[in-house]
Protein backbone atom coordinates (compact mmCIF):
# COMPACT_ATOMS: atom_id res chain seq x y z
CA UNK A 1 0.00 0.00 0.00
CA UNK A 2 2.67 2.02 0.65
CA UNK A 3 3.34 2.50 -3.54
CA UNK A 4 -0.62 2.68 -4.02
CA UNK A 5 -1.23 5.91 -6.38
CA UNK A 6 -2.13 8.70 -3.88
CA UNK A 7 -4.44 10.36 -6.95
CA UNK A 8 -7.25 7.76 -6.81
CA UNK A 9 -8.04 9.31 -3.00
CA UNK A 10 -6.78 12.98 -3.97
CA UNK A 11 -10.30 14.25 -5.26
CA UNK A 12 -12.23 12.78 -2.44
CA UNK A 13 -10.21 14.27 0.02
CA UNK A 14 -10.09 17.42 -1.58
CA UNK A 15 -13.87 17.51 -2.13
CA UNK A 16 -14.55 17.18 1.68
CA UNK A 17 -11.58 19.74 2.18
CA UNK A 18 -13.17 22.36 -0.18
CA UNK A 19 -16.80 21.39 -0.60
CA UNK A 20 -17.89 25.02 -2.13
CA UNK A 21 -15.37 24.74 -4.81
CA UNK A 22 -16.53 21.18 -6.47
CA UNK A 23 -17.98 22.95 -8.96
CA UNK A 24 -14.74 24.25 -10.37
CA UNK A 25 -13.59 20.82 -10.13
CA UNK A 26 -16.15 19.75 -12.33
CA UNK A 27 -15.46 22.54 -14.83
CA UNK A 28 -11.65 21.54 -14.46
CA UNK A 29 -12.20 17.79 -15.51
CA UNK A 30 -14.66 19.12 -18.62
CA UNK A 31 -12.53 21.27 -19.64
CA UNK A 32 -9.62 18.94 -19.69
CA UNK A 33 -6.70 20.46 -21.47
CA UNK A 34 -8.54 23.65 -22.38
CA UNK A 35 -8.26 25.49 -19.17
CA UNK A 36 -9.27 28.59 -20.71
CA UNK A 37 -13.01 27.33 -21.29
CA UNK A 38 -13.06 26.78 -17.08
CA UNK A 39 -11.85 30.20 -16.88
CA UNK A 40 -13.84 31.44 -19.08
CA UNK A 41 -17.05 29.94 -17.66
CA UNK A 42 -16.49 30.93 -14.08
CA UNK A 43 -15.46 34.51 -14.75
CA UNK A 44 -18.70 34.90 -16.57
CA UNK A 45 -20.89 33.59 -14.26
CA UNK A 46 -19.12 35.90 -11.59
CA UNK A 47 -19.89 38.77 -13.95
CA UNK A 48 -23.74 37.70 -14.55
CA UNK A 49 -23.87 37.19 -10.92
CA UNK A 50 -22.29 40.77 -10.31
CA UNK A 51 -24.84 42.76 -12.53
CA UNK A 52 -27.99 40.54 -11.39
CA UNK A 53 -27.69 41.75 -7.72
CA UNK A 54 -28.32 45.28 -8.86
CA UNK A 55 -32.02 45.69 -8.29
CA UNK A 56 -32.76 47.46 -11.87
CA UNK A 57 -36.97 48.12 -11.09
CA UNK A 58 -36.58 48.71 -7.45
CA UNK A 59 -33.86 51.65 -8.84
CA UNK A 60 -36.25 52.48 -11.25
CA UNK A 61 -39.32 52.67 -9.44
CA UNK A 62 -37.62 54.12 -6.48
CA UNK A 63 -39.52 57.14 -5.56
CA UNK A 64 -36.39 59.89 -5.60
CA UNK A 65 -34.76 58.57 -8.62
CA UNK A 66 -34.69 61.13 -11.33
CA UNK A 67 -33.89 60.52 -15.16
CA UNK A 68 -30.70 61.88 -14.49
CA UNK A 69 -29.52 59.36 -11.96
CA UNK A 70 -30.56 56.96 -13.87
CA UNK A 71 -28.61 58.06 -17.21
CA UNK A 72 -25.77 58.50 -15.23
CA UNK A 73 -25.57 55.27 -12.81
CA UNK A 74 -22.87 52.72 -14.05
CA UNK A 75 -23.88 50.07 -11.99
CA UNK A 76 -27.39 50.60 -13.80
CA UNK A 77 -25.87 50.93 -16.60
CA UNK A 78 -23.77 47.94 -16.67
CA UNK A 79 -26.53 45.52 -15.17
CA UNK A 80 -28.79 46.61 -18.67
CA UNK A 81 -26.34 46.86 -21.10
CA UNK A 82 -27.27 44.96 -24.04
CA UNK A 83 -24.01 43.59 -26.33
CA UNK A 84 -23.34 46.58 -29.23
CA UNK A 85 -24.34 43.56 -31.84
CA UNK A 86 -27.85 43.25 -30.41
CA UNK A 87 -27.91 47.39 -29.92
CA UNK A 88 -27.56 47.60 -33.48
CA UNK A 89 -30.12 45.01 -34.32
CA UNK A 90 -32.47 46.68 -32.54
CA UNK A 91 -32.05 50.23 -33.77
CA UNK A 92 -31.59 49.56 -37.40
CA UNK A 93 -34.79 48.83 -38.56
CA UNK A 94 -37.39 51.97 -38.82
CA UNK A 95 -39.98 49.43 -38.58
CA UNK A 96 -39.54 47.67 -35.23
CA UNK A 97 -40.27 50.30 -33.47
CA UNK A 98 -40.17 54.18 -32.41
CA UNK A 99 -37.67 56.28 -30.49
CA UNK A 100 -38.77 59.05 -28.44
CA UNK A 101 -35.90 61.43 -27.42
CA UNK A 102 -35.52 61.93 -23.72
CA UNK A 103 -34.59 66.00 -22.05
CA UNK A 104 -31.49 66.98 -22.02
CA UNK A 105 -29.64 66.03 -18.70
CA UNK A 106 -26.05 65.66 -19.02
CA UNK A 107 -24.36 67.44 -22.05
CA UNK A 108 -20.97 65.85 -21.47
CA UNK A 109 -23.23 62.22 -21.93
CA UNK A 110 -24.99 62.94 -25.17
CA UNK A 111 -28.29 62.46 -26.00
CA UNK A 112 -30.80 59.38 -24.80
CA UNK A 113 -34.20 58.00 -25.71
CA UNK A 114 -36.66 55.34 -25.16
CA UNK A 115 -37.00 52.52 -27.68
CA UNK A 116 -41.05 51.51 -28.05
CA UNK A 117 -40.67 48.33 -29.42
CA UNK A 118 -43.62 47.34 -31.98
CA UNK A 119 -46.09 44.60 -30.31
CA UNK A 120 -44.45 45.31 -26.95
CA UNK A 121 -46.46 48.03 -24.73
CA UNK A 122 -44.94 46.74 -21.12
CA UNK A 123 -41.46 46.92 -21.99
CA UNK A 124 -39.16 49.52 -23.36
CA UNK A 125 -35.32 50.06 -24.28
CA UNK A 126 -33.18 52.93 -22.92
CA UNK A 127 -30.65 54.41 -26.05
CA UNK A 128 -27.61 56.32 -24.49
CA UNK A 129 -25.49 58.42 -26.98
CA UNK A 130 -21.53 58.71 -25.68
CA UNK A 131 -19.36 61.12 -26.35
CA UNK A 132 -17.57 59.52 -29.33
CA UNK A 133 -20.86 59.37 -31.03
CA UNK A 134 -21.37 55.56 -30.55
CA UNK A 135 -24.96 54.12 -28.82
CA UNK A 136 -25.38 51.78 -25.96
CA UNK A 137 -28.68 49.80 -25.67
CA UNK A 138 -30.05 49.04 -22.14
CA UNK A 139 -33.22 46.86 -21.47
CA UNK A 140 -35.78 45.56 -21.16
CA UNK A 141 -36.67 48.15 -19.15
CA UNK A 142 -40.76 48.14 -17.62
CA UNK A 143 -42.44 51.03 -19.79
CA UNK A 144 -44.36 52.45 -16.77
CA UNK A 145 -41.35 52.79 -14.48
CA UNK A 146 -40.01 54.72 -17.70
CA UNK A 147 -42.62 56.74 -18.34
CA UNK A 148 -42.61 58.26 -14.72
CA UNK A 149 -39.00 59.40 -15.27
CA UNK A 150 -39.37 60.85 -18.17
CA UNK A 151 -43.02 62.75 -17.23
CA UNK A 152 -40.84 63.91 -14.10
CA UNK A 153 -37.72 65.18 -16.31
CA UNK A 154 -39.92 66.93 -18.60
CA UNK A 155 -41.65 68.77 -15.53
Known amino acids: MKDAPVTAATPAATATATPGFAHLRALRR ?13 LSACAHSQASKFDVDAFL ?3 DTALPEVLGNPDFLKATQVPQRDCATLLQS ?3 GALEDLPASNTTRGPAWVFHPKGA ?19 PLPADAMKTLTERAKG
Do not use: F, M
Open 61 to 63: RGS
Open 121 to 139: TDKVWLVVGQANGERSCHG
Open 94 to 96: ADS
Open 30 to 42: IAGPGGALAAALV
